[in-house]
């Protein structure tokens, strides 16, 4: 099966741009969803087939895929915004998480 | 509202057996895929198995596959997940999640989720 690889943690400033990678194989050829986590919670989808976001999700939650690697933009960030972030992929019956990455918003 | 509420899980000595359940309210589950994902204390998402609309279409992880049962009761709106030969490394916070209708894959609601520790 594919794998998926995040950084283990992004740092940003309060209002400055954060961007998260999410990279595999022939990447773009698959739509990426993202998801948000913060501690004791369950996982909440952010960003979903590569671009689209779920209602009730700010529109500083953004994302790409092209190429081998996928991106998740949180434009304006917020403090509320750190949590980890997993990158997910689908092919063929079978679903791949990355590995996670840590946002400290500081 | 959608919800979906796990439950089943404990302590269990490795070698043994556990069934989660995962009931569910708010949606027409008989017309959506569902899976059951995992996360290991302090560690990353981990997909488990996914099963379809009507229970025909089912898949799993290499890491469960043999040891893992998925199953469903459409009339009971509820998922379950039997598990065989549990092992220490499978201790872990279990989630239930429906697959989006029409999507790819995208799983768009969640459970909170049911602990299961293997230890003797």
């Known amino acids: 099966s594919s794998e998926l690889t995040q950084p283990p943690s992004v740092s940003v400033s309060p209002g400055q741009t954060a961007s998260i990678t999410c990279s595999g194989d022939k990447l773009g050829d698959k739509f990426v969803c993202w998801y948000q986590q913060k501690p004791g919670q369950s996982p909440v989808l952010v960003v979903f087939?590569?671009?689209k976001r779920p209602s009730g999700i700010p529109e500083r939650f953004s994302g790409s895929n092209s190429g081998n690697t996928a991106t998740l933009t949180i434009s304006g960030t917020q403090i509320v915004d750190e949590a980890d972030y997993y990158c997910?992929?689908?092919?063929?019956?079978?679903?791949?998480f990355g590995g996670g990455t840590k946002l400290t918003v500081l | 509202e959608v919800v979906l509420v796990e439950s089943g899980g404990g302590l269990v000595q490795p070698g043994g057996s556990l069934r989660l359940s995962c009931a569910t309210s708010?949606?027409?589950?008989?017309?959506?895929?569902m899976n059951w994902v995992r996360q290991a204390p302090g560690k990353g998402l981990e997909w488990l198995s996914y099963i379809s609309h009507s229970g025909s279409d089912i898949s799993y992880a290499d890491s469960v596959e043999g040891r893992f049962t998925i199953s469903r009761d459409n009339a009971k709106k509820s998922l379950f997940l039997r598990m065989d030969s549990l092992r220490a490394e499978d201790s872990a916070i279990y989630y239930c999640?429906?697959?989006?209708?029409?999507?790819?894959?995208?799983?768009?609601?969640w459970g909170q989720g049911t602990l299961v520790t293997v230890s003797s």
């Open positions: 708010g949606f027409f589950f008989s017309t959506y895929g």
């Open positions: 087939q590569d671009t």
């Open positions: 997910q992929a689908w092919d063929r019956s079978t679903w791949v």
């Open positions: 999640a429906r697959d989006q209708s029409g999507g790819f894959g995208e799983l768009d609601y």
